[in-house]
């Protein structure tokens, strides 16, 4: 039996899935996902609460308003 010519949009969802998958290309060695330098000026929210976690830190202690 030869194969006919059925549109795109008249395929299953399966095909239409495989045959986008043979389309799509690969990465390679990129990965896809942005990344970008922390911002220094930022405020660094897990800094401040490992600087307040060190309460091992000798000769260190809060005043007594704190």
Known sequence: ?????????????RAKKAIDAQKRGS???LNPITRRP???KAYQRH??????DDSDVPGFSF???W
């Open 63 to 65: 005043p007594a308003w």
């Open 47 to 52: 800094e401040a609460r490992r600087i307040l």
């Open 27 to 29: 990465w390679g060695e």
């Open 1 to 13: 039996m030869k194969n006919k010519y059925i549109p795109y949009e008249k395929l299953s969802k």
């Open 38 to 40: 922390p911002n220094p």
